[in-house]
């Protein structure tokens, strides 16, 4: 599986969208990105994913660019709840919990 | 629909023991996979369960085994504790075909003394 550059951490103002930034040159044709979050002492929890499309569910927006070299994903009205570690993923698709490759994630502060 | 359930939520051992975590896949699911979250680190992958059998496995010592029973609830064990054991163990549960994400346990928090 390819892997992501994420920055290691970012603020963003209560009401506000949160865009989170990954990078992921190497991703092969076949591979998805996939997005989870870490809240403090609790496990992953999956957000949305994608393939070259953006996407949309009751979460976040994901946003991946023409060439699928980066993505973001948007936050829309960031919460004090959305506080958390961002993981950004690229795998193959149909693989389920199979050696997810997480890396350090971007760890979002929401400020009130 | 219960999730992905793990036991204990917290354990203290001392080194040289052995410890054994277990999970309950969520319903449905017939894959368990095991990961390992040190302090400050994204959780790293250990190995996964399917049909009673290890699939694919990191870069983990064989001091950690597992074991798939009938049922799809699973165990991880890990021998001969080292302080650098000490982390928060997550399972995570899913469907071997067909897309589904994966559903991640709250995790069971390790201490080796």
């Known amino acids: 599986d390819a892997k992501t550059t994420q920055p290691p951490s970012m603020d963003c103002a209560e009401g506000r969208a949160a865009n989170l930034p990954c990078n992921h040159s190497?991703?092969?044709?076949?591979?998805?990105v996939y997005w989870y979050r870490q809240i403090h002492s609790q496990g992953p929890q999956y957000i949305i994913h994608?393939?070259?499309n953006n996407e949309t569910n009751e979460m976040a927006s994901l946003i991946i660019t023409e060439d699928r070299k980066s993505s973001t994903l948007i936050l829309p009205h960031a919460t004090l709840r959305d506080t958390a570690v961002y993981y950004c993923?690229?795998?193959?698709?149909?693989?389920?919990?199979?050696?997810?490759?997480f890396g350090t994630g971007t760890r979002l502060t929401v400020i009130p | 629909d219960a999730g992905v359930t793990q036991s204990p939520t917290h354990l203290i051992k001392t080194r040289g023991q052995q410890v054994t975590l277990r999970c309950s896949p969520k319903?449905?699911?017939?894959?368990v996979s095991w990961y390992q979250q040190a302090l400050g680190q994204g959780p790293q992958f250990i190995f996964q369960?399917?049909?009673?059998?290890?699939?694919q496995r990191g870069n983990f010592p064989d001091r950690f085994s597992g074991h798939q029973f009938p049922n799809y609830s699973s165990e991880l064990n890990v021998n001969a504790l080292l302080l650098g054991d000490s982390a928060l163990y997550l399972c995570?549960?899913?469907?071997?075909?067909?897309?589904?994400?994966?559903?991640f346990g709250q995790g069971t928090r390790l201490t080796v003394v």
């Open positions: 369960y399917y049909e009673e059998e290890e699939r």
């Open positions: 994608g393939l070259k």
């Open positions: 995570a549960s899913s469907l071997v075909r067909g897309f589904t994400e994966a559903f």
């Open positions: 190497t991703i092969s044709g076949n591979e998805y």
């Open positions: 319903s449905g699911h017939d894959t």
């Open positions: 993923i690229v795998r193959v698709a149909g693989t389920g919990a199979n050696n997810l490759f």
